[in-house]
């Protein structure tokens, strides 16, 4: 009897094997065929990792070289026409990441995680051709192993609801010749075995949806259903509940549904109805985007739960999501506090706690070293639950007494003092915060880490590092510089491993887009700050120039955001910790002579809940606490704050509410229709829209962004803007990062000359 089933997994590599050969593929070090063979290996040993657990459902066409979502673009054929001329890998890594004639694709999170996909770019143009070698050969790759995989694909609605209308035509015009592409390649799976599951994601329809898109769900899955005899149809919805959507989906001829329990409590609302219907209910019971340890007990209640509705018979136990959003093993974890890594569990780790919980679910028999493990499960999560390691009473205390939570002066006071203290007109320039993080650099971080090097020897790199990027920013005429944080690994752990309540890990790699991968930290207690964290090297900064230089932090909201987050108190609670520490390095910087403060909560939306009753509870916490990390700050002190990937017309308001002087955005891939909404609203802080895209090598040139400036004027005035590149240059390399922002001063110059 097949019992468990894992939604997806990771593709990266437990070392990240995936993102160094691509990365050399891409500075041309190796050709695409190394590529090919790091990817066929990675796959087989995750195919194998899942056999060698005994998970009955694994996956095939999970695995991608950048994407999933682009990945269907592929196979559907929908190329936008500036590509059109390309092919084969050389097309798939230029709509992912540009080349020297064409911009990438947009990107942005997918949902509310930190993973991002390529947008799908459709007009009413756009022509389907289905192009189905992936998913045919990963299937057969599998087989040849001896594993007989379902088959993953993103929905046809999902896709269309995801895709961005380049003419501004509907999307879901395009429902039935996407629908009729599926239907091929349905026809063509057929013919690989007896009988195959596809499963089809529809994370979409955990989202509040429109009638018109409800209502495409029957005649879709009508459709897809009666192609052929011998494919099983599952419909995957994760992130939240699809009620709405399952109450449509029990009436079509799918044979089962995959239903998150950890984030969609609400599915408990369905159960009647997939009773009624006699489907398969696949419930995601083991968290996929969080790293604590399952409690048996725990789960095993959720799923009697369930069957008390629903027969045994119709339960297979599930990841709640792909594993795709949690690192890979622990076994790489040898330096990780040995209490705290018991409370871990990692994909690895899912993989076994899937067997167990579906063993003792199902009362099959269990084995010595089975039970020996139950019942270390039971000791560790008792032990969690009152680990001194936890509570920090004098923080908590501190917290409860505090008395202000936003600054005293308002928004025009503030402006008003600023202007005079910094003495800048418009139109002034900056970057984001980061510079390249080079090969040396981390080769100096790596040592010092490894006791290879002296604090003395490991510090001097770093003053050399910021002396030099001081230096070029002066030279081309920045106006506000920074000093290119050569001390920080990233702009979350770097903070985190300053704070109390926070563990690292060496390996616990996940995939942010492409090659990037992000080494989140893991909150496990109270947060606290006992020192500064940055004040003395801004101050070094400081020191080499005569121009501002700008103290560079990363907020409450994107650190808890971007952290995994220990679940024992609710996540305002954790935010304000982080937010109290903020508040008091924003303090010590204007003290030690730091007047301008970027705050930088680049995964402020990412944490938006995903549907529209949960969001007002979110918004109050999330900015009420990045009010208070700023609270701090005196009139003169000019309080700056970045965010990414967002659609800010339904958060503006939001926005405005954070009360930042400065908040730059990404806009470089996405137009100017975002900053239109702050004119709509007659947003009345100042802006630094991201005039070229740094996901890209791609350097733009002067008259490419005198264009865009000058479209920006358009739009807002002259005063209100700042210039700056969409996002930190951390991951690109200096010769990218000098032109483009040599480029970047002059196309402001020549804009400027032309104003006067």
């Known amino acids: 009897m097949q019992k468990n089933y894992v939604i997806g997994f990771p593709r990266i590599g437990e070392k990240r094997e995936l993102k160094k050969v691509l990365e050399n593929y891409w500075s041309k070090q190796i050709d695409f065929n190394e590529v090919k063979f790091v990817a066929e290996n990675l796959k087989k040993r995750h195919w194998n990792y899942q056999k060698e657990a005994k998970i009955d459902f694994i996956s095939s066409n999970d695995f991608s070289y950048y994407d999933n979502m682009l990945d269907t673009s592929i196979l559907l054929g929908a190329i936008p026409k500036r590509f059109e001329n390309l092919k084969d890998e050389e097309l798939y890594f230029a709509m992912a990441r540009g080349n020297e004639t064409c911009v990438a694709m947009e990107m942005t999170k997918w949902f509310n995680t930190n993973y991002h996909y390529i947008v799908p770019e459709i007009s009413k143009n756009t022509k389907f051709k289905l192009n189905s070698k992936k998913v045919i050969e990963e299937y057969k790759e599998a087989l040849d192993l001896g594993i007989k995989t379902k088959i993953n694909l993103i ?53 509040d949806l429109d009638s018109k898109v409800l209502s495409l769900i029957k005649p879709v899955y009508d459709g897809l259903s009666s192609v ?81 509705v629903i027969t045994k018979e119709n339960i297979i136990i599930s990841t709640s999501c792909s594993l795709l959003h949690v690192p890979f093993s622990l076994k790489y974890e040898d330096n990780l506090d040995k209490e705290i890594k018991s409370w871990l569990a990692f994909s690895n780790e899912k993989l076994q706690e899937l067997l167990l919980i579906s063993k003792l679910f199902c009362d099959f028999k269990l084995n010595l070293e089975e039970i020996s493990i139950i019942r270390k499960n039971i000791e560790d999560n008792n032990q969690r639950k009152t680990s001194s390691k936890i509570h920090n009473l004098k923080i908590q205390e501190e917290i409860k007494n505090l008395k202000f939570f936003e600054r005293v002066d308002k928004f025009q006071d503030r402006i008003k003092a600023q202007r005079e203290f910094f003495k800048y007109d418009f139109l002034t320039t900056t970057t984001i915060g980061s510079f390249p993080q080079t090969p040396q650099i981390r080769e100096n ?3 010092y880490k490894a006791n290879l090097i002296s604090k003395e020897e490991y510090e001097l790199e770093i003053k050399k590092y910021i002396d030099d990027c001081v230096a070029f920013q002066d030279e081309i005429g920045l106006d506000v510089l920074v000093h290119g944080e050569p001390e920080r690994n990233d702009m979350v752990e770097y903070f985190a491993e300053l704070m109390d309540g926070f563990a690292f890990t060496q390996n616990a790699w996940v995939q942010s887009y492409g090659s990037r991968c992000v080494k989140p930290p893991l909150i496990y207690g109270d947060v606290n700050r006992e020192n500064a964290m940055t004040v003395e090297w801004i101050k070094y900064a400081q020191s080499k120039t005569k121009k501002v230089m700008k103290g560079m932090l990363t907020g409450p909201v994107t650190i808890l955001n971007w952290s995994f987050v220990r679940d024992d108190i609710s996540k305002n609670e954790v935010a304000k910790q982080i937010a109290y520490a903020i508040c008091k390095e924003i303090d010590d910087l204007q003290n030690a002579g730091i007047k301008m403060i970027q705050v930088d909560e680049a995964a402020f939306k990412e944490g938006y809940p995903l549907r529209a ?94 264009e865009q400036i000058k479209a920006l004027i358009e739009v807002l005035p002259k005063e209100q803007l700042w210039i700056n590149p969409d996002c930190g240059l951390k991951t690109r390399k200096w010769d990218e990062v000098k032109q483009s922002l040599k480029n970047m001063v002059k196309a402001v110059a020549i804009v400027k000359k032309n104003i006067n």
């Open 613 to 706: 009753e949960n969001i007002k509870a979110y918004e109050n916490w999330a900015v009420e606490n990045f009010r208070l990390s700023v609270s701090s700050a005196k009139a003169n002190t000019q309080i700056h704050t970045h965010m990414c990937y967002s659609e800010f017309n339904d958060i503006i308001k939001t926005i405005e509410a954070m009360d930042a002087d400065v908040i730059s955005i990404e806009t470089a891939r996405s137009g100017n229709r975002l900053l239109k909404i702050f004119k709509e609203v007659a947003y009345k802080q100042e802006i630094g829209p991201g005039i070229y895209d740094i996901h890209s090598p791609r350097v733009p040139s002067v008259e490419e962004m005198v």
């Open 155 to 207: 929905g046809a609605i999902t896709y269309l609801g995801l895709s961005k209308s380049v003419d501004n035509s509907d999307a879901f015009l395009h429902i039935n010749n996407v629908v009729e592409a599926y239907k091929e390649l349905l026809k063509e799976i057929s013919k690989l075995d007896d009988e195959i599951v596809v499963q089809f994601d529809e994370p979409l329809f955990v989202k």
């Open 228 to 308: 052929v005899s011998n494919i099983k149809i599952v419909v995957t919805t994760y992130f939240e509940h699809s009620n709405e959507a399952t109450k449509i989906l029990v009436n079509t001829p799918i044979w089962a549904l995959g239903l998150d329990f950890i984030y969609g409590n609400k599915n408990f609302e369905s159960l009647e109805f997939i009773k009624n219907s006699n489907k398969v209910l696949i419930a995601g019971i083991i968290d996929g985007r969080n790293i604590w340890k399952s409690d048996f007990q725990e789960k095993v209640s959720i799923l009697k739960k369930i069957s008390k």
């Open 445 to 447: 971080r790596k040592k």
